[in-house]
């Protein structure tokens, strides 16, 4: 049976739906059967970040509907083991929205098909269809006052919906800037917070270009590590203060051997 997970996040722009992506694709590597669904009605952005922006015909709401079958919409992402699976969102529907209901008796349904299935929310509190049928979330938080307030939030949102297993993932962290005071510590975002830390994603670039864009960069480096602790895998939180190594460095390292 297969858990229902719910990607949060108390405000936009924290890189919730990268980390979706990026933690499909790393739990397929784990030999597990995923399903990403963009929940984000009218806002969906998970087809981009996955690369399969010209393959979407039908959405979830279609399956919903009942305009197709599940494998009408479903599409496969390209990656090691063949098991990752995404169902995009409606882009546009006129303001309409799913029935909660049926959604919620959707989502149950795929249980049996898949180890995971995991739920990229709407930006900010607007979790909606996703709080209706999860098992457990995951709360994304960047290191400022405002992410950390917004997060807060959110928690107590999911808590009030009965939403169990809450683990935290901080997003973009910067040592360099902790150091300075400009972002927060790491320690006092999960005292304060209140729930287990899941994992740490350091600041990197290379998201700009997509979420699996390039698999040896340090951001998807921390994915593989959040995906084999939800693997139940005993992973160490990644190293937030390691130097990312460089051509140049690399370089002196070959010509000192």
């Known amino acids: 049976m297969g858990e229902i997970i719910v990607v949060a996040s108390g405000k936009g722009g924290v890189g919730k739906t990268a980390l979706t992506a990026g933690i499909g ?30 393959e979407v015909v039908f959405d979830v709401l279609d399956c919903i509907d009942g305009r197709c079958g599940i494998n009408d919409a479903l599409i496969k992402i390209s990656c090691k083991n063949g098991g990752l ?26 249980k049996n ?24 979330a995951i709360v994304v938080v960047q290191p400022y006052i405002a992410s950390v307030r917004d997060a807060d939030r959110c928690i107590d949102i999911l808590e009030r919906n009965n939403i169990s297993g809450l683990k935290l993932v901080i997003n973009g962290v910067r040592p360099e800037l902790i150091s300075k005071g400009i972002m927060w510590n790491v320690d006092d975002i999960v005292d304060l917070l209140g729930i287990p830390l899941l994992g740490i994603v350091p600041f990197d670039d290379e998201l700009l270009k997509g979420a699996l864009a390039n698999k040896q960069s340090i951001a998807f480096e921390a994915f593989g590590n959040i995906a084999g602790r939800m693997a139940g895998e005993n992973i ?14 690399r370089i002196k390292k070959f010509l000192k051997k």
């Not at 990644?238 to 051509?247: M, Q, S, T």
């Open 25 to 54: 694709e790393a739990l397929d590597s784990y030999d597990k059967k995923v399903l990403l669904i963009d929940t984000d009605m009218g806002l969906r952005n998970l087809d981009i970040a996955l690369g399969v922006e010209n």
């Open 85 to 110: 699976s995404f169902l995009p969102a409606a882009q546009s529907r006129g303001g309409k929205h799913a029935d909660a209901e049926k959604f919620s008796s959707f989502c149950s349904g795929l």
């Open 113 to 136: 098909d898949f180890d995971f299935i995991i739920l990229d929310s709407p930006a900010g509190l607007g979790i909606g269809l996703s709080s209706c049928c999860c098992d457990s």
């Open 236 to 249: 160490p939180v990644i190293d937030i203060n390691r130097k990312k190594i460089g051509l140049t460095d």
